[in-house]
């Protein structure tokens, strides 16, 4: 069974600040795909990730994918009070299910 | 895209009771998945509830727990019976579009038993 790392399981940091979360598997993944959920809201899925090398942005976001396709990490360039939230690595298993990280929950202090 | 209702939002319950909660979706969809999770935490699938065949439970949830109804392509529901503390959770139903690569959430239902 493919299991997910996700590291760090907590961040609390300035405004300001850059960060970097981690997704990590002793498995290569078939893709990868990265969510953030709000309180009160259900995840909400920021990127998919599939070929191996690949590098995605979404504003001060830069999602990239490792070579081998066992590792991914997102990137936050600046963070915002907005961008507080659960970010949730999961990577798509059999009959569409989704294996998933055990979470970050980020904290971004104004 | 799916955009999924849940009902109710939250609800407080007294131990042994029963609590059921719905998911709608604004369009047909197959695949339809149940989850459990608590707050700040990653998701907990609970089973998987396709139209047109029983619920298949991941290990450690069983049927007669959490009895799963899916009568149409838009619609389902899951009931946690005899609740206890243990089950205050927050329960999210989830969809993936037919030709889509995303699941959809709904927004939970947040559960507390006392």
């Known amino acids: 069974t493919q299991l997910l790392e996700q590291s760090p399981q907590f961040l609390s940091i300035q405004e300001g600040e850059n960060l970097t979360v981690y997704c990590n598997s002793s498995?290569?993944?078939?893709?990868l795909q990265w969510y953030r959920q709000e309180p009160g809201e259900g995840p909400v899925l920021l990127v998919t990730?599939?070929?191996g090398g690949e590098v995605k942005k979404l504003k001060r976001l830069t999602f990239q994918f490792g070579d081998a396709r066992k590792d991914s990490s997102l990137h936050i360039t600046a963070a915002q009070p907005g961008d507080t939230g659960l970010y949730l690595c999961?990577?798509?298993?059999?009959?569409?299910?989704?294996?998933w990280g055990a979470g970050t929950k980020l904290i971004i202090k104004p | 895209s799916a955009v999924i209702s849940q009902k109710p939002s939250r609800d407080i319950c007294q131990r042994g009771t029963s609590l059921t909660i719905q998911c709608q979706v604004d369009?047909?969809?197959?695949?339809m998945f149940w989850y459990r999770q608590q707050p700040g935490q990653s998701l907990t699938l609970i089973a998987t509830a396709n139209q047109g065949s029983e619920a298949t439970y991941e290990s450690g949830f069983v049927i007669d727990k959490f009895p799963i109804s899916r009568p149409n392509l838009t619609f389902s529901t899951l009931t946690v019976s005899n609740m206890s503390p243990e089950d205050s959770s927050i329960y999210l139903c989830?969809?993936?579009?037919?030709?889509?690569?995303?699941?959809?959430f709904g927004p939970g239902t947040r559960l507390t038993v006392l």
């Open positions: 498995s290569v993944f078939s893709s």
């Open positions: 989830s969809v993936w579009t037919s030709g889509g690569n995303e699941q959809f």
């Open positions: 999961g990577s798509v298993h059999s009959n569409y299910q989704l294996i």
């Open positions: 369009s047909q969809v197959t695949m």
């Open positions: 990730v599939v070929t």
